[in-house]
T-cell receptor
């Protein structure tokens, strides 16, 4: 079945550091890929998405590229801020499915 | 409000009690999902409604779990004879789109945290 594996946290970085959170997936067909974010005290919200191979999703300075050859969708940001502290979830929806499958989440903490 | 609203936000139940969790989706959203999120884990799919029709309930862990959305708007997740392993945050999400046309943008509520003693 479809699944998502993401790097375990917590990840702690200093402000302005470069961020990478790894995500790989297993799926049949051509899934759509997502990163969701959960800020403290808030509900999950979509951060970015990519619906086909080589697409790059981007939002709020974050980027992720859909790599079909490596079945990966790593999240990157060039310079993190304290306000980026949150839990990040990689997710997919299969080409013939209606439900989103989430990874286990990576907690990110940014030190001032 | 404009977002997905869930109640209660916190619920403590004794083992064996029945609980009901409510979800008010964004007005006009046709798709509604329930997820279960255990501590330190990602959300796990429970069930999906398209309007009032429950199209997928493959994620419900046992027959003690039951969900309904009788008028295609508000939904209730009911757990009968709660057990300790039911302790989790129950998330509701809605979307204006249908099934496989879903773009993946779900609008989540803040969740109902259930603790079973």
């Amino acid at each position: 079945g479809n699944s998502v594996t993401q790097m375990e946290g917590p990840v702690t970085l200093s402000e302005e550091a470069f961020l990478t959170i790894n995500c790989t997936y297993t799926a049949t067909g051509y899934p759509s890929l997502f990163w969701y974010v959960q800020y403290p005290g808030e509900g999950l919200q979509l951060l970015l998405k990519a619906t086909k191979a080589d697409d790059k999703g981007s939002n709020k300075g974050f980027e992720a590229t859909y790599r079909k050859e490596t079945t990966s969708f790593h999240l990157e940001k060039g310079s993190v801020q304290v306000s980026d502290s949150a839990v990040y979830f990689c997710a997919l929806i299969g080409s013939s499915a209606s439900k989103i499958i989430f990874g286990s989440g990576t907690r990110l903490s940014i030190r001032p | 409000g404009a977002g997905v609203s869930q109640s209660p936000r916190y619920k403590v139940a004794k083992r064996g009690q029945d609980v009901a969790l409510r979800c008010d989706p964004i007005s006009g959203h046709v798709s509604l999902f329930w997820y279960q999120q255990a501590l330190g884990q990602g959300p796990e799919f429970l069930t999906y409604f398209q309007n009032e029709a429950q199209l997928d309930k493959s994620g419900l862990p046992s027959d003690r779990f039951f969900a309904e959305r009788p008028e295609g708007s508000v939904s209730t997740l009911k757990i009968q004879r709660t057990q300790q392993e039911d302790s989790a945050v129950y998330l509701c999400a809605s979307s204006p789109r249908l099934g496989t046309a879903n773009t993946g943008e779900l609008f989540f509520g803040e969740g109902s945290r259930l603790t079973v003693l």
